[in-house]
């Protein structure tokens, strides 16, 4: 799951409003991937129950409802992500995102840490709109405001589940 938005990668505004992860607008993609018999092979690929919660149907409605996504796509500037991607892009950094955080989308097949082809076929999602793939931990750059006299190392990438689970000493 996540919050998910879409955005020009040039000027780095919002192209819609972020989708939260309770919102269940998406379901009628999972109504479809049901009807052409697609839930159980996105199951079967991702390891993830197909539904709304998670980011893939909510990529596939905001693209089904928002026809000057598809204008920004032919300029090569669209990007899909979850709301950590754009506020790194908003600090100074290229959107990039965790693994953990990827293994979510339902667009990364179970065991791997990379866009899988097949699920981007299944819900017609380009790579190329996606923000790379990085480890959670590591160095990603300095991440940067105008109000900001220097820059903030950011080392980790993780989102609230990951984290708690972190913060609460679920490690290995």
Not at 5 to 18: F, I, N, Q, V, Y
Not at 31 to 52: C, F, K, M, P
Not at 123 to 135: M, Y
């Amino acid at each position: 799951g996540g919050t998910v938005l879409a955005w020009d990668s040039e000027a780095l505004d919002p192209l819609t409003s972020a989708i939260v992860w309770s919102d269940r607008r998406a379901n009628s993609v999972v109504q479809d991937l049901i009807q052409r018999d697609l839930a159980d092979r996105v199951a079967s690929l991702s390891g993830i129950r197909t539904e709304s919660y998670f980011c893939a149907a909510k990529y596939r409605w905001m693209l089904d409802s928002h026809p000057d996504l598809h204008r920004t796509a032919k300029m090569g500037r669209l990007h899909l992500g979850t709301l950590e991607t754009w506020l790194m892009a908003q600090l100074g950094l290229e959107p990039q995102t965790d693994s953990g955080t990827a293994s979510r989308t339902q667009l990364v097949r179970l065991g791997e840490s990379t866009w899988n082809g097949d699920l981007l076929d299944i819900f017609a999602i380009d790579a190329s709109w996606l923000a790379p793939i990085v480890p959670t931990l590591g160095y990603r750059g300095d991440l940067v405001h105008p109000s900001w006299r220097v820059g903030i190392p950011l080392h980790c990438v993780m989102v609230d589940q990951p984290a708690a689970l972190v913060g609460t000493g679920g490690t290995s």
